[in-house]
DNA sequence: GAACATGCTGTCAGTTATTGTCAGTAGTCA
DNA sequence: TGACTACTGACAATAACTGACAGCATGTTC
């Protein structure tokens, strides 16, 4: 096996422990030594992984990806950069921030040329309506759904009739002026849609739903006839 | 120097020459033999770069981008994919296939467990209103903006005025419900911008315009005051 | 504080991967 | 045809990687 596929393979191992690992288990696992683990870490590190050692602990790695060399056409930049844009202006500020991250991480490993091209790129997301609902509560909501934990919510329908309801949240749906919250809702038995503008209070529960969530998006997407996107 | 290194190289020193280069040259400029830039390429190959060699002309690298190694936090991959989505859904046809491509290609690389992360990802793109103008004219006018060329298009104004100018397009500009042109126009010897479902008649000229566009892009810019995105 | 677990670094010899040289085949262009 | 070029195989020289060992620093547990 070549070192890159096994640098790769380490980030794989080192994200199924959700707890710290030894490096002597991560060694074992791949079947090379510690000294050579130590030094599989070191590039990795240098590569911009995100890997945390503590002696007396192990290593852990902070949630994310490590792509490989990838090739992308002028289009795909194209199609990358303006969605990103879009991200940067139209969802909250916390991943607006990390759309202009993504900017600036492929900015940063392209020959100066490149990059110019992406910020002369030709294609810009006109200004929108602004967003109904502040940016702290659509972190959290992201977060829940992430993280399958029930919300309580205080809810006006559209006749103002308001309700207090726990929710499990399955996804957050982006339309042109509103965000709606897709989730199953206790009160109801059944699914249903939250705009996040009638939500009038909302708090994270830390009691994860009983059920995982790529089943109740399934679920949720056969019921309303909704394709994969 | 590493391999990897190298190989980035390579592909930076390929997008230099815009022509045919002999692998003789390459091996040059890299310092390495004609050998082993064979094998180089070899693997470039592999990796999915696209370089056509022929025999008696040299190698060209089809317009694209390398990115070597990168690591994403879930914040970040979260924008990537939710604004790969939106341009899929809000974009012309040939760029929604390269946003598609994108989620596609990462997919490709990622480990079973987090490819089902991407399809189920939380965050979803509502429906939205119909693209008043076709597939094909958009994608036109992207192409004419990224290789500067001169449009004639036959344009109808907000009172039913019809007029026929040549343009030069500097952008185009995503809005909720339309898409824009920004570009100089040769009639009014000004900067204008034409809503794309008002242009009755489209067609891309082989003349190039005489500015380059990131100058144009950025006058516009400080003349209408719009801060880079 | 003592015992232990772990991260981290240096050295060195053996192993593996990479590289250059040489030789040869075949496609393209003028 | 001749000049130029891509591409492949074989092999020896060179460079990089690896494992084993020794040692130190830091954190946890009792």
Redesign the interface.
Known sequence: MSR?QRLLDLI?VL?RHRRAVAGAVLAEELGISLRTLYRDIETLKA????IDGEAGIGYVL???????????????????V????????R?DG???K??R??LA??GA???DD?K?GI??S?????P??PIAVGDHELAAI?QA??TERKLRIDYADEHGNATQRTVW?????????VR?I?AWCELRDGYRHFRCDRIAALETSSERYPRR??VL??EWRILRGIP??
Chains 1, 2 share one sequence.
Request: charged share 25%.
């Open positions: 890159a794989q994200r590569q911009g992984a995100h902070r949630p994310g990806f490590m792509l490989p060399p990838l090739m992308f056409s002028e289009e795909e930049i194209e199609a990358l303006l969605g990103s844009r879009w991200v940067s202006d969802a916390i991943l607006g990390a759309a991250n993504v991480k492929i490993v392209l020959p490149l110019y910020d002369a030709g294609l810009l997301i006109g929108g309506e992201r759904i992430r949240p399955v996804a957050l749906a982006f339309f042109d002026r709606v897709v969530r790529a998006l399934k994969e996107q």
